[in-house]
């Protein structure tokens, strides 16, 4: 008895240390763990201890698995986890999270740059100034209508400004967004900083 009790236990803690974590993106087909595979057939396929083929990665289950791996929806729901566990000040268990689906191979490229953003942002509260500015300058790479690379230039400068005192590049990155996005209503920001800018290397120089 005591025993059951004891493996009911560490099941219960083992699932729960899973809870925040991508059960779906952390399977690897090649190599499946016993313990990861019983989370996602608990999770999708209402399977519990007792049921024929638990913790198997067999034919049904990896189905399963592709059929989950290759719908959009998963990926949105998981960065709407992350974001959530952001949010809620979890910022390990989102950091975690942001890093399977930006390196997992089947995660949609809008995700991918979402979730590279949210991690910057991540690294940005926690005071790492400078893994958040290079985290911003990979979604510089996007495509120049993106709405995430318009902020991530922004915030690249404002970091370089205000954060690193690394001015010369705040005024080479907020003069990039002036001439890439004459009209954003950010303009009027990157203005207000660069004349900061100015008046902080005036002084320096007198």
Same mark, same amino acid.
């Given at each position: 008895?005591?025993?059951?009790?004891?493996?009911?236990?560490?099941?219960?803690?083992?699932?729960?240390?899973?809870? /925040?974590?991508?059960?779906?993106?952390?399977?690897?087909p090649k190599s499946p763990d016993e313990d990861l595979v019983k989370i996602?057939?608990?999770?999708?396929?209402?399977?519990?201890?007792?049921?024929? +083929?638990?913790?198997?990665?067999?034919? &049904?289950?990896?189905?399963?698995?592709?059929?989950?791996? /290759?719908?959009?929806?998963?990926?949105?729901?998981?960065?709407?986890?992350?974001?959530?566990?952001? /949010?809620?000040?979890?910022?390990?268990?989102?950091?975690?999270?942001?890093?399977?689906?930006?390196?997992?191979?089947?995660?949609?490229?809008?995700?991918?740059?979402?979730?590279?953003?949210?991690?910057?942002?991540?690294?940005?509260?926690?005071?790492?100034?400078?893994?958040?500015?290079?985290?911003? &300058?990979?979604?510089?790479?996007?495509?120049?209508?993106?709405?995430?690379?318009?902020?991530?230039?922004?915030?690249?400068?404002?970091?370089?400004?205000?954060?690193?005192?690394?001015?010369?590049?705040?005024?080479?990155?907020?003069?990039?967004?002036?001439?890439?996005?004459?009209?954003?209503?950010?303009?009027?920001?990157?203005?207000?900083?660069? +004349?900061?800018?100015n008046s902080i290397v005036a002084k320096i120089k007198d």
């Amino acid at each position: 008895m005591h025993f059951l009790i004891f493996i009911l236990s560490t099941t219960i803690a083992f699932s729960s240390s899973l809870a /925040n974590k991508p059960i779906e993106l952390m399977i690897d087909p090649k190599s499946p763990d016993e313990d990861l595979v019983k989370i996602f057939q608990s999770k999708y396929m209402s399977m519990q201890n007792g049921d024929a +083929g638990y913790g198997s990665f067999g034919p &049904k289950t990896t189905k399963f698995w592709q059929d989950i791996c /290759n719908d959009d929806k998963t990926y949105e729901i998981l960065y709407d986890n992350s974001l959530e566990l952001k /949010n809620d000040k979890k910022l390990k268990e989102s950091n975690m999270m942001l890093d399977y689906l930006i390196n997992f191979d089947k995660t949609p490229q809008n995700i991918i740059i979402k979730s590279k953003f949210l991690r910057a942002q991540i690294f940005y509260d926690l005071s790492y100034y400078v893994q958040a500015v290079n985290y911003f &300058k990979l979604i510089l790479k996007e495509d120049i209508s993106s709405e995430y690379r318009k902020k991530a230039l922004f915030m690249t400068a404002y970091i370089y400004n205000n954060n690193l005192n690394m001015y010369t590049d705040a005024i080479n990155y907020y003069k990039t967004f002036l001439n890439e996005y004459k009209n954003d209503e950010l303009i009027s920001s990157v203005e207000y900083e660069l +004349g900061q800018i100015n008046s902080i290397v005036a002084k320096i120089k007198d």
